[in-house]
């Protein structure tokens, strides 16, 4: 028997007494149609006093078991499930299982419903995987929404007009009534500060997104939230139980455990090069393993064609570049963050036109070895003033406060940027842009074991951190990294019609109904220093064109 595992899925929910929820659940479904319509399920009932209603979609990458609708329904055990994700250890969970139930499928979905009937709500303790999971408990007349522990698939949600929405996606959320308004309060914490805003927070008004490694319950009445995940509890267990040099031996072992596990359940797997040290060491580690035969590797970064032989070059012009922030005009839902962004999302593309459906990330590496923190223990705490900004603006701006988790600064650091600055936006704009190229993005550094593993090891320097990669590399796979820093683009992207196009993005921005926002005096002039040649702050005027995506498409 086989089942439909997905390249990528989407979930979305309504509860509420109302009439036309099937209505409201397609029109959410529609919105992100991108996810795959290979598979549609839906499920409708009574719940508190009210109606709930599920659905899923899905695009199927690889068949390996079972093939099981979703919403899953258990009539015996009165569960339904719904799962946007990849539980990587579900036939080990199912031998153990089976001491308890009989089960009528192979699938990894129903092994999700029976860990929860006989472990509760403790059931997601035993998950290890990437997933956004709802649980409908009809015995109970409970409903779960869980992430996993560090948020690579995101689930959004809302109360509106007494009802509840969630969503894989924010604009599946207004598909289904909820008012779309941009909020300055979170867009003037990101040009002010650079900060993506608290965990739980989105760039919209009256929309929320379930934190990473939380558990959120609702009864019809209420909701509560509660944390599943403790990183904390894990660096502990093993740094009180192995020395140094056996956490170093478990750290190289887990790389290369987590990189094949990301692979085992697809035929081909994209992986694109940079001179970053992540990439870098993910690309060594998956060309020299076991399915080294389903790597398709490829770069657009500038000064790396040409110096990676094994890798297809993808050519990043300014007139594609243009094309494509259009088209996140569809679908960007916070901040992009310049070039980065724009060039991820054209190779994206380029992987899909090319029949892969999968692609690897070594997004994580970096985060777990602090390397943005060597100089700079002050970000998301330091006011950027600049002219720009009127002083509604500056009055929203709301400078970020979080609690102190780690005695060292260093470590401190690199666990706000793992787990709620940097990582998890990007984590949120790596689903979006994938999922509307037609691909499914896995992050395997982002294994809960590893980054417990990176932590748990004393901090090094940087010069230090760059030479115990570069012995892993060499011991482990014979080979050396091919390490360098891309080029900034957008400067280079000037001809080729940029210069107008940024132009009039910004003449819009000044029309637009958060022209408010801004002194139009400077923000003329940043556009004129683009488009004239002039220094200009790079930074500055990508959260300018970004802020213009949000007043796109409806």
Avoid at 11 to 37: F, P, T, W
């Amino acid at each position: 028997m086989l089942l439909n595992i997905f390249a990528m899925s989407g979930i979305v929910g309504v509860v509420g007494d109302m009439d036309d929820i099937e209505y409201r659940l397609a029109a959410m479904l529609r919105s992100q149609k991108h996810r795959g319509g290979e598979a549609r399920g839906f499920w409708v009932s009574s719940f508190a006093e009210s109606r709930l209603g599920l659905a899923h979609c899905g695009s199927v990458v690889s068949e390996l078991e079972e093939d099981v609708h979703q919403p899953y329904v258990d009539e015996m055990l009165q569960l339904v499930v719904a799962l946007d994700g990849v539980i990587y250890n579900f036939q080990e969970l199912r031998g153990e299982l089976q001491k308890y139930y009989a089960f009528e499928t192979d699938s990894s979905i129903e092994v999700v419903a029976k860990a929860y009937k006989l472990w509760g709500e403790k059931f997601v303790l035993h998950l290890d995987g990437v997933f956004a999971l709802v649980v409908y408990d009809r015995s109970e007349d409970m409903l779960f929404l869980v992430r996993d522990k560090f948020g690579v698939k995101p689930l959004y949600y809302a109360t509106y007009q007494g009802k509840l929405f969630f969503a894989s996606e924010v604009r599946s959320i207004f598909a289904a009534g909820v008012r779309r308004h941009v909020s300055i309060e979170q867009w003037a914490g990101y040009m002010l500060y650079g900060s993506y805003g608290k965990v739980y927070s989105t760039f919209w008004d009256g929309v929320n997104q379930l934190p990473a490694g939380c558990l959120m319950r609702y009864n019809g009445y209420s909701l509560r939230e509660d944390c599943w995940y403790n990183l904390r509890d894990e660096i502990e267990c093993l740094v009180s139980n192995y020395s140094e040099d056996e956490l170093r031996a478990m750290w190289a072992e887990e790389l290369k455990t987590c990189v094949a596990r990301s692979m085992n359940d697809v035929s081909s797997c994209g992986l694109r090069v940079v001179g970053r040290i992540e990439s870098q060491v993910l690309h060594r580690i998956a060309m020299n393993g076991q399915q080294r035969w389903k790597i398709h590797a490829f770069t657009g970064d500038i000064d790396n064609i040409g110096r990676q032989p094994l890798a297809s070059p993808v050519w990043v012009t300014g007139v594609r570049a243009i094309e494509e922030m259009e088209q996140m005009r569809r679908w960007a839902e916070e901040p992009f963050d310049g070039s980065e962004t724009v060039v991820r999302t054209i190779m994206f593309r380029y992987a899909r036109c090319n029949g892969v459906r999968v692609v690897c990330s070594g997004v994580g590496l970096d985060a777990l070895w602090q390397d943005a923190w060597d100089n700079n223990e002050f970000r998301y705490n330091r006011l950027v003033p600049h002219k720009l900004f009127s002083p509604l603006m500056l009055r929203c701006a709301v400078r970020p406060c979080y609690e102190q988790r780690f005695v060292g600064d260093a470590d401190q650091m690199r666990y706000l940027d793992l787990c709620y600055e940097r990582i998890p936006h990007i984590l949120r704009v790596f689903d979006r842009s994938a999922s509307d190229a037609g691909v499914s993005v896995r992050m395997p550094f982002l294994d809960g074991r590893l980054v417990a593993l990176s932590f748990a090891l004393p901090v090094v320097s940087k010069r230090l951190r760059r030479s115990i990669f570069q012995s892993y590399v060499e011991q482990y796979h014979h080979c050396a990294i091919e390490r360098g820093e891309s080029l900034s683009l957008l400067p280079m992207w000037r001809s080729n019609g940029m210069r107008d196009w940024v132009a009039e993005a910004i003449d819009e921005l000044m029309r637009s109904e958060v022209r408010e926002w801004f002194d139009v005096r400077q923000l003329s002039q940043l556009r004129e220093s683009f488009c004239g040649r002039s220094p200009f702050d790079v930074v500055l005027l990508w959260k300018c064109l970004s802020l213009r995506c949000q007043l796109g498409e409806e």
